[in-house]
């Protein structure tokens, strides 16, 4: 545990000093005014982007360790010579708002650090963590981006940024384990975020972000435990891919009742650039970028073709070291879309494999391997047999998929979306000058949730991968419809008893989502505690069933939960006996032997 809080320390430390940095650059290319009243959240998360961004770089050249680390340990702290007034002046006035913290906020909040510093000894139960998160993660620390590393293990090729944000942070360089307490800040940080919402309710700011934020605390604790979603110890993109999500449409909200328009300026730019660091964390999350696209038409509108260009060029920047990655990894600028087949490198992924991977995410989001068989019956024997997915009807599998969600009460959620919508619509033309108080702008934000709900639902419904624009639309949409018919004033007595009703229903709720995680799987989520744990974090599980095969004269390990095993390692013998080194080290790659090669699809 004492280990974990001197890591938060460190994230948070280069994070505000990078987004302060980004920001500074953001308002010297654009000459924008200064403006020191910009989120400190919106900082942090344009920071750790910023950060992983150049550790995306520095990955094409050397692995991410104790070198990197040095490296922006040291720009920060020149950065911090260099502009020591700038960063003054900016924390200056966001220290002074502590004074207006309330004391009930002030108990959440360490309610939510004990919890997180609790989830740092325990172990992680992501069943994608031991199959290939850890693995993954300690190719990046020991490597530089090996080329064909997906002919090796095909998951290995799901290139993503937290993986590369998680690597820096590990510190694995210090010879101990991979501490993966990433996910615990991210915990502490969204739970700081929310409750920030319920501190200005408290103090009277009735604004409906704030109440949107008091919504998410409850799904917060629960998107921690939920099966398969990442979880507070495993390094999983589909948690702060989630939650970043819902702190952008909040940024997005607010910037919009402050301006009474989306404008371009300093906050939007970063915005932008958040959005894209999103992409490189999940693709899933794609749609986030609408707003952003607005915003160049409509300076693209006002001829402001130079800030366009640049802005342009910004996203650019953080986009090409992904695709560089992606480019290494499985010989494709984007894994696993063979469409996009531009290159021809030696050690590219079969097309066949890559789209039969693609097929296989969006199968597995449909039809996951916990769900019963698909079986229709046969007309002529009246007997329920076997089918593929793929010769489903549409009723056929979407009745199954609705019935076999592991979040409570899921039916409910799905259905009261789009009736979410109708209302909305309903409510904008009855209460129109409530919800748009400047001019129509706010509805491409929500154009973008609804967007981001049907991508999701069209291309690979797991909830996991739609998370965040799913909770996005229920509580942003449920806010915004209630709102203009409860905007009034509340006198001191009616206040407390207004927040002390709903605080007692979120309580109620978070407990019951809580216990709903994990009472099934209790036993294993204690399982290991011990005083030692104080110190430093639990490690991941030991590696059972641990096999090796030889290739090119060199051992490569492998078994299915290969954890963070010994390189080189895998996850299959068929696949591994399959490959060849393309040179004498692990570093120059690997390769689908010529023989192999037009049967690796099969």
């Not at 604790?221 to 507070?232: D, E, F, I, N």
């Amino acid at each position: 545990m004492l280990a974990a809080i001197a890591i938060w320390l460190y994230i948070a430390f280069l994070s505000i000093t990078f987004g302060l940095m980004t920001k500074k650059l953001i308002e010297k290319f654009f000459s924008f005014e200064s403006n020191n009243s910009t989120s400190f959240a919106l900082i942090f998360i344009m920071g750790l982007g910023s950060i992983t961004t150049i550790a995306n770089y520095l990955h094409l050249f050397v692995n991410i360790g104790l070198l990197v680390n040095l490296f922006l340990i040291a720009s920060s702290i020149i950065y911090l010579i260099i502009d020591k007034e700038y960063i003054s002046n900016y924390l200056s006035i966001h220290i002074k708002k502590l004074g207006e913290i309330n004391i009930v906020v002030v108990v959440l909040g360490f309610i939510f650090l004990l919890l997180a510093l609790y989830q740092t000894t325990s172990v992680t139960l992501s069943a994608d963590t031991p199959l290939y998160h850890a693995l993954s993660i300690r190719y990046i620390e020991e490597y530089s981006v090996i080329p064909g590393l997906g002919n090796l293990y095909h998951r290995l090729a799901f290139n993503n940024s937290w993986f590369i944000s998680n690597a820096i942070f590990n510190m694995s360089f210090f010879g101990l384990m991979q501490f993966n307490v990433l996910g615990t800040f991210l915990l502490i940080f969204s739970g700081f975020y929310f409750l920030s919402g319920v501190n200005s309710i408290i103090n009277g700011n009735y604004r409906i972000t704030n109440w949107i934020k008091l919504l998410y605390i409850p799904i917060l604790l629960y998107s921690y435990y939920y099966p398969h979603l990442g979880y507070t110890s495993s390094p999983s993109p589909d948690t702060p891919s989630s939650i970043f999500t819902w702190i952008l449409f909040i940024f997005y909200i607010n910037k919009y009742l402050r301006d009474k328009k989306l404008i371009f300026d300093t906050e939007n730019v970063l915005l932008g650039l958040i959005s894209i660091f999103l992409i490189t964390v999940k693709l899933s999350v794609a749609p986030i970028i609408i707003p952003s696209i607005y915003i160049l038409l409509m300076a693209l509108k006002n001829k402001e073709v130079k800030k366009v260009l640049t802005t342009v060029i910004m996203f650019f920047i953080f986009l090409l070291p992904w695709f560089a990655h992606n480019y290494y990894l499985s010989g494709y600028l984007v894994h696993p879309f063979p469409a996009v087949n531009i290159f021809n490198p030696e050690w590219k992924i079969p097309e066949s494999v890559a789209l039969n991977e693609k097929n296989s995410i969006q199968k597995w989001a449909k039809w996951p391997g916990w769900f019963r068989k698909p079986q229709v019956k046969n007309e002529t024997t009246s007997k329920m047999e076997n089918v593929k997915l793929e010769s489903l009807t549409y009723s056929q599998w979407f009745d199954v998929w609705l019935k076999n969600q592991s979040f409570p009460k899921y039916k409910y959620v799905f259905y009261s979306i789009p009736i979410l919508w109708i209302l909305f619509l309903l409510v904008l033309g009855i209460k129109r000058k409530k919800i748009l108080e400047g001019n129509a702008d706010i509805l491409i934000i929500y154009f973008t949730m609804i967007v981001g709900y049907l991508y999701w639902f069209i291309s690979a419904p797991d909830l996991r991968f739609g998370w965040g624009f799913i909770f996005a639309n229920l509580f942003i949409f449920i806010v915004v419809i209630l709102h203009p018919f409860f905007n009034f004033k509340l006198n001191d007595k009616n206040r407390v008893i207004l927040l002390t009703t709903i605080f007692s229903l979120g309580i109620l709720l978070s407990f019951y989502l809580y216990y709903n995680a994990i009472s099934e799987r209790y036993g294993y989520f204690n399982k290991g505690f011990s005083s030692d744990r104080y110190l430093i974090p639990k490690n991941i599980d030991m590696i059972y069933g641990m096999k090796y095969t030889v290739v090119d004269g060199k051992e490569i390990l492998y078994t299915s939960d290969i954890y963070d095993a010994q390189l080189p390692a895998g996850n299959n013998k068929k696949h591994i006996e399959k490959i060849k080194f393309i040179g004498e080290d692990i570093q120059d790659g690997f390769m689908l032997n010529a023989n192999n090669n037009s049967e690796a699809g099969k």
